[in-house]
């Protein structure tokens, strides 16, 4: 049988009954939905972690005290927490990797910081003036902290504008205005542009202060906690990565890169990282949805069967006038294809207006992307396939005669 | 033209061997109405089976055209029905919800023929089996019993096979619609010279044909020139609908 033969004939028996015909289709169709709006959540939240992770600066390499857990490694040595980055450590690095753009020593904790009658508790920042260019902080109006500030031990602060709204009310112009940390008065001069994102750990709700200036009236000694070095381009990362850790071994004395008391990460990794949890996480959603799919394919082979015993004499006929195995086999398999093409079709459509719904309705952000629409109809042509084969294997094997007299 | 030489069919079921045919030969020449006649277990629709090409002997030769078809595979049978035999049923078998366009063009999709020219034959086919045009694009569940058996002696006729098989063809119809079916069978032999091959236990139905071959247990008893035959007669204003 010539091909658009076949359709049309599939088509005629398909619309024989529209009612067992839709039913059947919409269980490929809630399949095919739920697993393109399940799977583009996943992938929402993948590539909104992932812009969260990039946004915290490009090519970057973070240097933390404490060592990575390793044999006979002490729990006293917990990382963020030990004191065994320096000043000095940071100085070493700006001199001797050549490769970095820019290296930004840090020293952060939270405080209660106050301005006229409003108080926060929010993280403060000691930090130098490459800080902006290493971890992509904008300045909105104002200025930055400068080398100068950092000299001078300046009593001077950027806050973002998370900080400024709880202390100053939305959108206030605070420049000039002062804020107290820990009983010593700073007066600011700028604020960060909003990078978005919310809770513990935003980017906006920050008060950068000078690195020294910290270390002498907040922290009391010259200790960092981190230091973050903006690497030229990707490809030279794990040079610098390989530089820092010579550098910092040499410094600090330790023959055994295994005990280092430090840790360099790689800006790469935390995103690898964060991928391979989304990942996982998509996975586990599409394959939640992917249940309602082979629930949905059982649905067709069982509207198959249903048809090829209700047909036999068809078939029977079918073949007295001189129809082979392979074109009852043939025309079955396309009715099921078709059937879940179809499903799949609308499926794709009703799973993309749903992740429109999510993302409209619950600020989710959801990703559909070609793949899961390409994926998903490979899935419906797929489970067509396989659930068709058996009833079509079935009505291909009625032997004419017997199919002819079947009451 | 078919050529039987002891032919037999023999079931197994278990242990038990029944003989349905036990050694049947006979010729049928082109252009001939022959009537194969027997009481319900002669073994008459076995033997139409195999002459039809449904199924094969267990021992014997069948020439059909010149061509042994005794020991064809599935695939090959379906080849020589596509294209040299026409079944007409006791029970029609028409596709309920299609046209009758469709169904007597159902054949020629198997054979691949193009679309033009499958409508083409379909409405020669039509005007054989005598369907008058104004049904020819009904759905086949609105005709009468007479319609539908014309139909589907249109759709054996559309692929211009060597042979007819009609298989108690009035069974299901009543006296004065069989008389117009058996009309249109003697007006396709006469005028067309189509080979026509009525299987029937009524002797009434039989004696329409031009020869009846006599089948008991599964054994020609007779084979002979019908002497007295009938000619259908038609009552057209009677018709239902």
């Known amino acids: 049988m010539k091909l658009p033969d076949l359709l049309s004939e599939t088509y005629s028996s398909l619309t024989v009954n529209k009612v067992r015909t839709g039913l059947t289709m919409l269980g490929i169709v809630i399949g095919i939905g739920s697993v393109i709006a399940m799977v583009s959540i996943g992938q929402g939240a993948q590539s909104s972690i992932e812009s969260k992770i990039q946004s915290i600066g490009s090519n970057l390499l973070i240097v933390t005290p404490g060592a990575q857990r390793g044999p006979g490694v002490q729990i006293s040595e917990g990382r963020g927490t030990a004191q065994t980055l320096t000043q000095e450590d940071a100085d070493a690095i700006i001199k001797e990797v050549d490769l970095a753009k820019a290296v930004a020593p840090e020293i952060s904790r939270r405080y209660q910081v106050t301005a006229k009658g409003t108080n926060t508790n929010t993280q403060v920042v000691g930090t130098v003036a490459s800080y902006p260019t290493v971890r992509n902080v904008e300045v909105d109006s104002g200025t930055f902290i400068s080398d100068q500030n950092v000299k001078s031990l300046s009593r001077v602060a950027v806050i973002g504008p998370t900080t400024r709204d709880d202390l100053f009310g939305t959108d206030s112009d605070p420049i000039g205005q002062t804020i107290r940390i820990n009983k010593v008065d700073f007066k600011i001069i700028g604020v960060t542009k909003a990078k978005g994102g919310s809770g513990f750990g935003s980017q906006d709700d920050m008060v950068f202060v000078p690195l020294s200036t910290a270390q002498r009236y907040l922290a009391g000694d010259t200790y960092v906690t981190s230091i973050s070095i903006a690497a030229e381009d990707a490809n030279s990362m794990s040079a610098i990565q390989q530089q820092i850790t010579d550098i910092l071994l040499e410094r600090h004395n330790i023959k055994d890169p295994t005990k280092a008391d430090f840790s360099v990460i790689n800006q790469a990794d935390i995103v690898a990282t964060a991928s391979s949890v989304t990942g996982i996480f998509t996975i586990l959603l599409g394959a939640i949805a992917g249940i309602s799919l082979l629930v949905g394919g059982i649905g067709i082979m069982n509207m198959m069967l249903t048809t090829v015993t209700e047909r036999t004499r068809e078939i029977g006929l079918r073949k007295a006038i001189g129809a082979k195995k392979k074109d009852i086999s043939t025309q079955f398999l396309a009715e099921s294809i078709m059937l879940t093409f179809l499903g799949g079709l609308i499926g794709v459509l009703f799973g993309w207006f749903f992740a429109w719904l999510i993302s409209t309705f619950a600020s989710i952000t959801t990703t559909v992307s070609t793949t899961s629409v390409m994926l998903a109809f490979g899935v419906s042509a797929a489970i067509g396939i396989i659930f068709g084969y058996y009833p079509a294997r079935r009505a291909a094997k009625l032997n004419p005669i017997e199919a002819l007299r079947y009451e | ?241």
């Open chain 2, 1 to 241: 033209m078919i050529e039987c030489k002891n032919i037999t069919k023999t079931y197994k079921n278990g242990e038990t061997e029944t003989d349905v045919l036990k050694g049947i030969s006979f010729t049928i020449n082109d252009g001939e109405y022959v009537a194969i006649m027997g009481p319900s277990g002669s073994g008459k629709s076995t033997l139409m089976h195999i002459l039809g090409a449904l199924d094969s002997p267990t021992s014997g030769t069948y020439f059909l055209d010149g061509r042994d078809v005794s020991k064809l595979s599935d695939d090959e049978l379906a080849d020589v029905r596509k294209n040299k035999i026409g079944f007409v049923f006791q029970s029609f078998n028409l596709l309920s919800r299609a046209t009758v366009m469709r169904n007597v063009t159902l054949p020629l999709l198997y054979s691949e023929v193009p679309k033009q020219k499958r409508e083409m034959l379909a409405k020669d086919a039509l005007t054989s089996a005598g369907l008058e045009e104004g049904r020819w694009n009904h759905l086949s569940n609105q005709l009468s019993g007479g319609q539908m058996q014309r139909v589907a002696i249109a759709r054996a006729l559309v692929n211009n096979p060597s042979i007819i098989f009609a298989d108690e063809p009035t069974g299901n119809l009543d006296s004065k619609t069989g008389e117009i079916v058996l009309d249109t069978f003697q007006k396709l032999n006469e005028h067309h010279a189509h080979t026509i091959v009525l299987i029937t236990h009524e002797r009434y139905v039989a004696e329409h044909a031009d020869r009846i071959i006599h089948i008991q247990d599964g054994l020609i008893i007779e084979d002979k020139e019908n002497s007295a035959k009938r000619v259908a007669t038609l009552h057209h204003t009677h018709e239902t609908t």
